[in-house]
């Protein structure tokens, strides 16, 4: 899966500018990301919204156990990556149908997330047991809300584009090409809300994530440790 948003979305995260401006290295523009996908993923599904966002997956390779799946409801659009233990329990929770999926769950557990403030983001994302990652974008308030699981089952990378795209995918090797050096893998057991405006750990939501850039001899990114805790994502 792929998402890339513009500098009017979410900002380039400086840790990824730094490991980036220390030694010059190949980038491409966010639309010729978007186009190298499509043209090397079959049966590619990607989704252009207000001309700041662009949303990409195919099923191509994707494991039958931890599946990709993309869905819109009231202008909120989220790719899923995963599975979750407990979906039963959560469709319960939102008051959803059976045969709703961890996609659909997503959507309904943001708009509780957005409607019902203050309602941390923490507080959701701690509630889903499983191997996942995620993206979600609300068009009505131009607010990205993006996080992986406490283990890392599904990878998750980000980097920034030549034109200052912030990439979020689940390949590494497709964003190399895309962001040179500026590219990291995004910490475990954490999310990112454009409304927090800076990464946070759910276990620790109040203990801020300090990111130290790669040493020049290192290939690309950064290592993130939350205040008072472990290194939550190491350099690659």
Not at 37 to 42: A, M, N, Q, V
Not at 142 to 155: C, E, H, M, N, W
Request: proline fraction near 5%; glycine fraction near 8%.
């Amino acid at each position: 899966m792929l998402g890339i948003f513009s500098s009017s979305i979410v900002s380039p995260p400086e840790e990824l500018v730094a490991a980036g401006s220390r030694t010059p290295s190949p980038k491409m523009t966010g639309e010729a990301l978007v186009n190298r996908f499509i043209k090397t993923e079959s049966l590619a599904v990607s989704v252009k919204i207000n001309g700041h966002v662009q949303l990409a997956y195919t099923h191509n390779n994707e494991s039958a156990f931890l599946p990709r799946s993309f869905a819109v409801k009231d202008e909120i659009f989220c790719l899923f990556e995963g599975s979750l233990d407990n979906l039963g329990s959560l469709r319960q929770q939102y008051g959803l149908v059976k045969s709703a999926n961890e996609v659909v769950l997503m959507i309904e557990a943001y708009k509780a997330l957005r409607d019902r403030a203050p309602y941390p983001p923490s507080h959701v994302v701690s509630h889903l047991q499983g191997n996942f990652a995620f993206i979600v974008f609300d068009k009505s308030t131009s607010t990205l809300f993006v996080a992986t699981d406490q283990v890392g089952k599904i990878p998750l990378y980000w980097g920034i584009t030549a034109d200052g795209y912030v990439a979020f995918a689940d390949d590494a090797d497709l964003l190399k090409g895309a962001c040179g050096k500026s590219l990291a893998s995004f910490p475990q057991g954490c999310f990112f809300s454009t409304t927090v405006g800076e990464l946070r750990s759910y276990e620790n939501p109040k203990n801020k994530i300090t990111a130290i850039p790669a040493t020049e001899e290192e290939i690309w990114g950064a290592k993130s440790m939350v205040e008072g805790g472990a290194v939550v994502a190491a350099t690659k």
